[in-house]
């Protein structure tokens, strides 16, 4: 079981940037796939991006395309997901999520959560 941390949430004006971060401890990192997901007040979780357990190759939500950039660091058992061009509709609580290898865009394929940080979007 590993256990996850956000940080970097906060309040930013449509158009600005900003970074998450995901601290994981408990187990070796580069075991887990790591994901980010999303959930808006009166919706389920949406998928946002997804990195592999064994190299660099992330995937993204049609969404976040262009939009969002994930990385992970194993060494220091971190991953970030740097957020460019913000909009009011990305107003929502960003929760990473991890997992023994996977490669699924399912909230219930993913057996950790951090406690969600809250991006709030300003117009």
């Known amino acids: 079981q590993v256990q996850l941390v956000e940080s970097g949430g906060g309040l930013v004006q449509t158009g600005g940037s900003l970074r998450l971060s995901c601290a994981a401890s408990?187990?070796?990192?580069?075991?887990?796939?790591v994901a980010w997901f999303r959930q808006a007040p009166g919706k389920g979780r949406e998928f946002v991006a997804m990195m592999n357990w064994n190299d660099d190759v992330a995937r993204y939500a049609e969404s976040a395309k262009g939009r969002f950039t994930n990385t992970r660091n194993n060494a220091e058992n971190t991953a970030s997901l740097r957020i460019s061009s913000l909009r009011p509709e990305h107003t929502a609580v960003y929760s990473c999520?991890?997992?023994?290898?996977?490669?699924?865009?399912?909230?219930?394929?993913?057996?950790?959560w951090g406690q969600g940080a809250q991006v709030t979007v300003s117009s």
């Open positions: 408990g187990t070796r990192f580069s075991d887990y796939s």
């Open positions: 999520a991890a997992s023994s290898p996977v490669r699924s865009d399912l909230p219930q394929a993913w057996h950790s």
